[in-house]
């Protein structure tokens, strides 16, 4: 049979791939370590499960409007009216996930031979979504050197580099390596983003409660409020609320752009799930100590598992400011004269010799490096660490 063009500019998602063949080895008996799930290890909190019983109960199992129940989109944007933007319902579409939600505004924004600037390290369907789009991708290295952050001047550099530019992609706090930008730094790129009238900007803002350096990570409109018209903001409930499963994001930005994602989004999935609303509407209720309590484990495994593998020899890890990701550096051990060709040779050898399941760096644009995610407990974190040390000794 023969395949569209479109799927062979595509690979699988290599974290699925590594979390996949880890629960499998588990149900072979295997006992495995996985640092590779990007998903909270909490259960979806019981108001919201018990609103979305509450919704089936009362029948509310039909269509809605294809960008979301009215009452969650206005939701929304009255939980982004207390951090500081002005956010219209008609501003906010509910689509099925985050990823869901930058596919569709892919698809309506870029055309053959638009350039989509994507710093990396990168979440490994940020490329993807755009060549989807029949777009180009144009990537900068964002090394450990700046924090994995990209800065003004180098975005400056590749834009006057980029004549086509159309889109600049950026992640706050960052998967895969929890980096999270400031607001000054926000600020400081939005300059560069105010000086070519063409370009815009994607923030996704999936992770930004789950930060280290105060309630909410700082947003790029909320910093750079001219450029709001020239910014689509993704998020969801699958971090912050754990639930992932459930399948619920959401994007904001100019109510042109929401319409036309709208329009596509009817003639594909149509909308989301129809109950499961009415649980994130029951999310946005919740008191904040509930994601708190969250947010204290997860700074508690960050620190337990940044320390054990600064404590192997070779091993840099810097230190995130949020999600639930550290990004290693294991190229001492790769290379020339190393015992590992790459990080995709390290990582196999790692899950078949040490049983400890991790995402080679290379997945994210960043060769050398490992992704371990810490939603897990801090005696499977210790263990996990001790088995990476123990094999690399």
């Known amino acids: 049979m023969k395949f569209s063009a479109r799927i062979g500019r595509v690979q699988p998602s290599p974290t699925l791939a590594v979390t996949a063949k880890a629960k499998q080895m588990k149900a072979d008996g295997i006992d495995v370590v996985s640092f590779g799930a990007g998903e909270p290890d909490f259960d979806t909190p019981a108001p919201i499960v018990a609103a979305a019983k509450k919704a089936l109960d009362e029948g509310k199992t039909r269509y809605t409007p294809a960008a979301g129940i009215p009452e969650l989109r206005a939701a929304i944007a009255k939980d982004y009216a207390r951090r500081g933007r002005d956010v219209a319902p008609n501003e906010v579409i ?172 009817s003639q594909s999935t149509s909308n989301p799930t129809t109950f499961a609303q009415y649980g994130a509407l029951a999310a946005l209720q919740l008191p904040d100590s509930v994601i708190d309590d969250m947010k204290t484990a997860f700074a508690r495994r960050r620190d337990l598992i940044v320390g054990l593998l600064e404590a192997i020899t070779g091993v840099q890890c810097p230190r995130p400011g949020g999600a639930f990701y550290v990004f290693p550096d294991f190229n001492a051990f790769i290379g020339a004269g190393q015992r590992f060709e790459d990080d995709m040779e390290l990582t196999a050898y790692l899950l078949e010799q040490a049983q400890v399941a991790v995402v080679p760096g290379s997945a994210f644009g960043a060769p050398g490096h490992l992704r371990l995610s810490y939603a897990t407990s801090d005696a499977l974190i210790t263990e996990g660490v001790r088995r990476i040390a123990a094999a690399l000794a």
């Open 94 to 265: 509910i689509s099925v996930g985050g990823k869901h939600a930058l596919y569709n505004a892919n698809q309506v924004l870029f055309d053959a031979g638009d350039q989509v600037i994507v710093p990396g390290p990168y979440w490994v369907s940020y490329p993807d979504m755009a060549r989807l789009a029949d777009a180009d991708v144009v990537t900068v290295d964002c090394g450990i050197d700046v924090d994995f952050k990209l800065t003004p001047r180098a975005l400056r550099e590749v834009l006057e580099a980029s004549p086509r530019a159309r889109c600049l992609v950026l992640c706050s706090p960052s998967n895969p390596t929890g980096a999270a930008y400031s607001a000054d730094e926000l600020q400081q790129i939005g300059r560069v983003v105010a000086d070519f009238p063409e370009l815009i900007v994607f923030f996704d803002a999936i992770y930004d409660r789950l930060y280290y350096g105060g309630d909410i990570a700082p947003d790029f409109v909320a910093v750079n409020p001219d450029l709001a018209d020239r910014t689509l903001t993704f998020n969801g409930f699958s971090k912050t609320y754990c639930m992932t499963g459930w399948r619920l994001g959401y994007t904001i930005g100019p109510a042109a752009v929401i319409a036309k994602m709208a329009t596509l989004q």
